[in-house]
């Protein structure tokens, strides 16, 4: 069984930086690219950014751009998800998640990790 672990996730201010990890854990893992979403309370679960793991292909959803960073570390089989500029509309449970292809859809993630709180406040 295949887990993905987040952490990283906690309380800031408006403003201030936060660095999300997520790594697997158990049988042998393979994906084509992660991602990260997110959830905010009563919405729905969405996009954030993806990359390709072999070649750093990167997207970005629009209300991120220029914000956050998503990354890999294949020595460390980690991803990671700087955010800067942090704002309270970013709040959310943030879940990473693997998928076989480069995509922003959802239903094409097919492992999810638990989800961590961020919680920015104004």
């Known amino acids: 069984q295949v887990q993905l672990v987040e952490s990283g996730g906690g309380l800031v201010q408006a403003g201030d930086s936060l660095r999300l990890s997520c790594a697997p854990s158990?049988?042998?893992?393979?994906?084509?690219?992660m991602g990260w979403f997110r959830q905010a309370p009563g919405k729905e679960r969405d996009f954030v950014a993806t990359?390709?793991?072999?070649?750093?292909?990167?997207s970005y959803d629009d209300s991120v751009k220029g914000r956050f960073t998503i990354s890999r570390d294949t020595a460390k089989n980690t991803m990671y998800l700087q955010m800067n500029s942090l704002r309270p509309e970013d709040t959310a449970v943030y879940y990473c998640?693997?998928?076989?292809?480069?995509?922003?859809?959802?239903?094409?993630?097919?492992?999810w990790g638990q989800g961590t709180q961020v919680t920015v406040s104004s």
């Open positions: 158990g049988r042998a893992f393979r994906a084509y690219a």
């Open positions: 998640a693997s998928s076989m292809t480069l995509t922003k859809r959802r239903s094409e993630f097919d492992y």
């Open positions: 990359i390709a793991w072999g070649t750093g292909i990167t």
